[in-house]
Each structure stands twice: as C-alpha cells, then as structure tokens.
C-alpha cells in the first residue's frame, strides 16, 4: 500500500444535509505520479494555480545548490529548507452571512436586524458553541447588520479573547456578474467595490504559516456577495460566477484545508444542519411565509394530508384535483420535520422530500 503515500494526507468532508462536498489533500506538485484522470489527454480549460496564495514553500525559500565546506560538512539541502516554512496546520474558515435585516432603511445604521434576524443569529451562536471547536478568533464586517450578528454570535461563545472588526468584509459589488444581471450598475460601482473586496480576500483567506502548530478555526461575519466571491475565488472558478450561488441569512459557509493547496468547502443552514434552523426562522429572497400551500394530489396519502391539514380540491389551475393548506411553508415543512422528512432538493418554490425513518410514520 506504499502507493498510497504519493497522494499525501487527505480528508473528505461533508455537511450533513449541505449542498456541497468539502475535501482538503496534500501533494507535492513535483512528483511525477500519473493520475488516472491524466491519462486521457485531455487539456484542462485552466490548470490548478498551486501558489494561488502566493504562500508555496517553492515561493518562500530561494532555490540553492548544495555546497560542502572546508571541512567538508554539506550545507543545508534545498528540500530542508523547504521543510521548514511548509505549512503543518490547517485554517478553517467560518463564514456567516448576517441575519435578515430592515430592507426598508435607507442609511446603513438603518438597516438593522429583525426579530427574525436576532434569532437567526442567536442559533448560529448556539450551534457554533455546541459544535465545540477551538474558535481562535472572530472577525466582522463593520455594517450594522454584521455588527449586531456578530455581537449576538458572541454572546453564545466561551471564552473567546480574540474579536476584531474590518472594513474590507463590508458588503459591495465585486465584480461584474455572468450572466449579467437586469439591473444596471456604473463600472466604477464594481471599480471600487472588488478591489477592496478582493483585499479581504488576500487578507483572511490564505493557508495557515509554518509557525502555526495547531489546526485553528476562525469566524468571519460579513455578506452574501462577499462571501460567494470569496468561494469562487478559493476553488478557482471564475468570479464572475459569484452571483450564481446563493446564501439564506445566518446562513454557514466552512472553507476547511488551507494548509494545503487545495481547499475544501460545505455549507449549512445557520452554521447547522436543517434541523437545527428551524423552516419557520429560514429566510430566503423567495418568500416562504405567505400561504396557501400546496401539499400533494389526488393520489397522496390522505392521512399525511389530513395531518397538513390540507383539504382536497378542484384548483382552476391545475389539471387533476389537489391537496392544499393554508398552512404556511415554513409551517408545513416544520411538521414533515418533525415526523422525519428531509428536504432532498429545491427549486424555490417546489420542496422534494423523502421520509428518513418509516417506523417514524405516525400522523396522530
């Protein structure tokens, strides 16, 4: 199994219930292995960029050749010194969007949290304590709606020394979008934006410095655009992409393996799986708390139906008859929660779910 050994350390993560996989390994770019996925002849687009932080060991220390002295005592090798800043921990990064907050305010001291957004924030806190990691620091975006997120978040963590705020992480425009979107914003909105959005980037999201001897976990509090740029930027996508993905408030973005050159990525609801964000406190751009709600057809279970409280009916609209409540969807996704459904996907504004446990059936 001495094969093994050429692909380094490696680990897989995954977020229970996230959208994505995360995994971090380490190799050394030098080595001649032939991977499988190599032997095609295949050309990729754009190749990985290993110095993508510009912290390679093959960037720090300055190529020599080995020399002996008048004693003939050899000098130090090339591969030791490159030992000796090579990385030995890894930097997890957390990153949380703030809670939803006032659209209706104008200045940014007026875009303060909801009720719903102060809860939000007071579970990520909650869950963040209960996940138990060593949290070495938390960082925050200086807008008023991170601040307040933030100061709540901390409320809920022991023992944390290490607090400080950053104007970079502040929310704005990074680069221009593709696909374009609808709305027109003046090239200078994105000139002024990116780049400091782009130094937060440099700043906070880098592999860990040989000095650093154990793995740390930091939490970054900041915004939607800011985050999904930073994401496209540490995989390497192009970040013109960051508008394509999408982040409810409170919600957790994890970048894990930034010891290494390749990173490692999850996500989940409010720094927890669904079942500890509750449907009812989720907020998205796609209203969940408006009803009636739609719940199944002529051929669903009628006990699940009668226990959605949802009454069989001819709609106008659809072809065959139809189950509807006037249940919320916050609502009646809380209640298949409860009796063992799962969401498997989403389309924003059609849920997918699957029950997890028969022997949970039970509608009374």
């Not at 996989?21 to 991977?35: C, L």
């Not at 393996?257 to 669904?274: D, E, I, K, W």
């Not at 509750?278 to 051929?299: F, N, W």
Request: with cysteine; glycine share 6%; proline share 5%.
């Amino acid at each position: 199994m001495s094969w093994l050994k050429k692909f380094g350390r490696m680990s897989l993560v995954a977020a229970a219930g996230g959208a994505l996989i995360g995994y971090s390994f380490g190799r050394d770019r030098h080595r001649h292995v032939a991977y499988a996925s190599w032997t095609t002849g295949y050309t990729p687009a754009i190749k990985w960029d290993w110095n993508w932080d510009r912290r390679d060991v093959h960037s720090l220390v300055k190529p020599t050749k080995s020399k002996e002295d008048i004693n003939n005592n050899i000098s130090e090798t090339n591969d030791e010194r490159l030992e000796k800043v090579r990385p030995t921990a890894t930097r997890h990064l957390i990153f949380i969007r703030h809670g939803q907050y006032n659209l209706e305010g104008v200045t940014d001291a007026d875009r303060y949290l909801t009720k719903l957004g102060r809860e939000q924030a007071a579970l990520t806190g909650k869950r963040l304590n209960e996940l138990s990691f060593p949290y070495s620091k938390v960082v925050y975006s200086t807008m008023t709606r991170a601040t307040e997120t933030a100061k709540i978040i901390l409320d809920k963590l022991e023992n944390m020394d290490e607090v400080e705020h950053c104007d970079l992480l502040r929310e704005g425009a990074p680069i221009p979008p593709e696909p374009p979107i609808g709305s027109w914003k003046p090239e200078m909105h994105f000139y002024a934006d990116g780049a400091r959005i782009e130094a937060a980037f440099r700043k906070y999201v880098h592999r860990a410095p040989p000095s650093q001897e154990k793995d740390s976990y930091e939490i970054i509090v900041c915004h939607a655009n800011v985050i999904r740029y930073f994401v496209c930027r540490a995989l390497q996508v192009p970040p013109e992409a960051w508008l394509r993905l999408s982040l409810h408030n409170g919600q957790r973005r994890t970048q894990s393996g930034l010891r290494t050159p390749l990173l490692g990525l999850y996500r989940s609801h409010g720094a927890t799986t669904t079942a500890a964000m509750p449907y009812m406190i989720i907020s998205t751009e796609i209203r969940m708390d408006t009803g009636p709600t739609y719940v199944g057809d002529h051929k669903s279970d009628p006990e699940l139906m009668a226990y959605l409280e949802a009454d069989l009916i001819q709609d106008p609209i659809q072809s065959n008859s139809c189950y509807r409540t006037r249940l919320l969807p916050r609502q009646v996704l809380n209640l298949l929660e409860a009796k063992g459904w799962k969401v498997l996907c989403s389309t924003g504004i059609v849920w997918e779910t699957e029950v997890t446990d028969e022997a949970a059936i039970n509608w009374s």
